[in-house]
């Protein structure tokens, strides 16, 4: 009798993670995320609390030279909430990484984008309240100077926060461990933050250093910022560094939905 050939069954596959973003997912996603934080105030500190005490400390370093507050704390206004949110967010995403959450998130019936855009919302909601508390900070309290709408330096921070986010998403896949996730600073961070225009301008610097500023999304951060204050209306300079800057933030966010994967296969 000849042998029959029968292909043999395969193992049931879990449910499948769809592509496309669904609302309740989301938001389901941003509510577990908050509520953990919500956990951890030390984290919610250093979001909250340490680009408003680093804004007071520069305000009384320039305390005999107020003009060099005006120049330099708009730009810092900016760059403080995407530092802090870089750190927390890449460090509270590897965490869940090492600890399994997301193993078993992507084992459920959720897309990477309902996952990254949950991530995104929680913790862009803390932006928005850490860029409030800094820009009221600076200009109602410590006398920032601004000649043009203190709303559009909120609209500016907020932006730089979000961009943080999303740069904190995107390096956690590539950490295996909460130091390797702050060792990506130096190297995603520094730079930018030495080529921005904050210690020079950007004219000024060598060609070469130039054209790679011209490509980083933290200068046009700074360049939004001083285009604030020092015009009244909103410039087209202006729009052009709101628009990079958001930019920025969702292809990075598309990047790290991209690398988001499986620990184990």
């Known amino acids: 009798m000849n042998p029959v050939s029968a292909t043999p069954p395969r193992a049931p596959a879990g449910p499948a993670a769809t592509s496309a973003l669904n609302l309740s997912r989301t938001t389901a996603t941003a509510t577990r995320v908050l509520h953990q934080l919500g956990h ?128 904190g998403l995107f390096v956690s896949a590539f950490a295996a461990s909460e130091f390797q996730a702050v060792q990506f600073m130096p ?3 520094f730079p930018q933050l030495l080529l921005c225009g904050l210690f020079t301008p950007r004219d000024r610097m060598h060609p070469v250093l130039e054209a790679v500023s011209d490509v980083l999304p933290m200068s046009y951060a700074v360049d939004g910022m001083n285009e604030v204050l020092r015009h009244t209306d909103t410039t087209a300079a202006f729009v052009r560094d709101v628009l990079v800057v958001a930019g920025c933030a969702l292809l990075v966010l598309g990047l790290g939905a991209a690398t988001l994967r499986r620990r184990t296969p």
Do not use: H, N
Not at 131 to 152: E, F, K, N, Y
């Open 40 to 167: 951890d105030p030390r984290t919610i500190a250093l979001m909250l609390l340490i680009p408003c005490l680093m804004l007071l400390l520069l305000r009384y370093v320039f305390d005999g030279s107020p003009r060099t507050f005006d120049s330099t704390g708009a730009s810092l206004l900016g760059i403080f909430p995407l530092i802090t949110m870089f750190l927390v967010t890449s460090i509270a995403t590897l965490r869940e990484r090492t600890s399994g959450t997301l193993e078993r998130l992507l084992a459920m019936p959720l897309g990477k984008g309902d996952l990254i855009a949950g991530y995104a919302l929680a913790f862009g909601a803390l932006a928005i309240v850490q860029s409030a508390l800094a820009t009221g900070l600076a200009v109602r309290v410590l006398g920032l100077d601004v000649t043009g709408s203190p709303w559009l330096l909120l609209l500016v921070a907020l932006l730089d926060a979000l961009l943080g986010t999303a740069l």
């Open 187 to 189: 190297a995603v961070i």
